[in-house]
């Protein structure tokens, strides 16, 4: 995805969050942010707020209305706390963040995400404008966020959809790759020890099953899984030791 990001935060009226909003839309790669009628005094608090999004916050244009806010956008995404579901009673259906991700993940062009003020959202009206509008599924008994944290949300799910070859994002954790043939061998391992041991049989085959579930909720690595087989080895050779002591005793 190479479309350039504009946060546009219409009439918001806490200075700390349009402060962390910046911050925010920072972290996540916004190209420009941009407050509509602000009721906000953006001053020291929305300064400490932004952290690294300073230049952002500093370089935030103003606009007097929401339609001179999003008239360069080629795609205009409003959000709100009201989800829609099947209702007849809206315009359209909303999306979740996530579907937004995937929706643009292929975009070029300019993509304004609009948040509305803190007391009551965007209006019917700025939402008719919209072409897309998303819901952050939350607790029915308190379905609305804090500015920044609906942000910081919608903003992460589109910067995800840059996908890792996107030179400017920090590294996503490490895909594992599942190794069959290692978790067999050491559930393998594992059955053969039980039986020298002489853990009951008839809850081996329980125990091999516990591990099975085990192993794939934990999903482990390559190297974790050779280091438990080394382990299980080790543990045969000892038992390989103390047998033939006892050949030699006879």
């Known amino acids: ?30 190209d420009r942010l941009i407050l509509v009628a602000p009721r906000a005094r953006i001053g020291p608090t929305a300064r400490r707020r932004a952290m690294g999004g300073l230049p952002l916050l500093a370089g935030a244009a103003r606009k007097r209305t929401f339609a001179a806010a999003v008239a360069g956008a080629d795609l205009v995404v409003g959000t709100t706390d ?23 993940r292929s975009l070029e062009g300019r993509l304004a995400l609009v948040f509305g003020p803190e007391d009551n959202g965007l209006s019917r009206e700025e939402l008719a404008r919209c072409d897309l509008i998303v819901h952050i599924p939350a607790r029915r008994d308190a379905p609305t ?24 994002t920090t590294p996503a954790p490490e895909v594992l790759e599942l190794n069959g043939p290692e978790k067999e061998l050491l559930l393998a391992r594992l059955a053969v020890l039980a039986e020298r041991t002489g853990y009951p049989a008839h809850k081996r085959r329980g125990l091999i099953l ?41």
């Open 210 to 250: 516990l591990v099975r579930r085990v192993l794939g909720r934990a999903t482990p690595t390559e190297a974790e899984h050779r280091m438990l087989l080394g382990l299980l080895k080790s543990t045969e050779r000892a038992l390989d030791r103390g047998e033939s002591r006892g050949r030699g005793k006879r």
């Open 1 to 30: 995805m190479t479309a350039r990001i504009y946060v546009v935060l219409v009439r918001p009226k806490e200075d700390g969050n349009v402060g962390a909003v910046a911050r925010v839309a920072r972290n996540f790669g916004a």
């Open 82 to 104: 009201v989800s829609t579901g099947r209702s007849n009673a809206y315009l359209r259906r909303s999306m979740s963040p996530e579907r937004l991700g995937e929706l643009v």
């Open 145 to 168: 966020l804090n500015l920044s944290h609906a942000a910081a949300i919608v903003l992460y799910a589109v910067h995800r959809a840059r996908g890792p070859e996107d030179p400017e």
